[in-house]
């Protein structure tokens, strides 16, 4: 849905059907970069039971309100420690996850540590990346969380490949 406010995305979500509704997508109707509120929206049944959350040109204060969505895209303002530590939590229990990809204005001092030790470094012509890759309660599946320097932070659940090897006795 294009608007131009939170007002009027809450008023076309709260007329569809939450038992059916699962993808939710609100796009900026302007050409003009705002902040979305989100306080009305994430208090319906609608955003509560969805599967699927992007939101396009709008900036939101917490990224924290895709934490319940399998899959989800959006741009913040700021990206705090505490937003990180929430969305892995999150999406560490939530055996339904896939990916999360955030797009942010400015990175708060700490995040990387909020995400754990020694991520690996990765370049390419695109510029360098840091990898985390976390254990989950599911022992064929990892916790992915990327960063790279086009100020992107994506969570996304993967196979675990180290397992895999381990199957076919490569190491």
Known sequence: MRVFNESEAFGILKMMDSKFLENIEIENSTCEKYILQMGE???????????????????????AIFSNFEKSKGYCIDLAPEDVVLLKEKFLANPNFKKCKIHYQRLENGVFEAIGENPRIWSD???????????????????????????????????NIFKILETLDLF
């Open 125 to 159: 012509d695109y510029g360098e990346k840091r990898i985390w890759l976390l254990d989950t309660v599911d022992p064929d599946k990892i916790l992915r969380i990327e960063h790279s320097e086009e100020q992107i932070l994506t969570f996304s659940m993967e196979k």
């Open 41 to 63: 929206i994430c208090n319906l049944e609608q955003w509560k039971n969805a599967k699927v959350a992007e939101i396009y040109r709008f900036d939101i204060w917490s990224p």
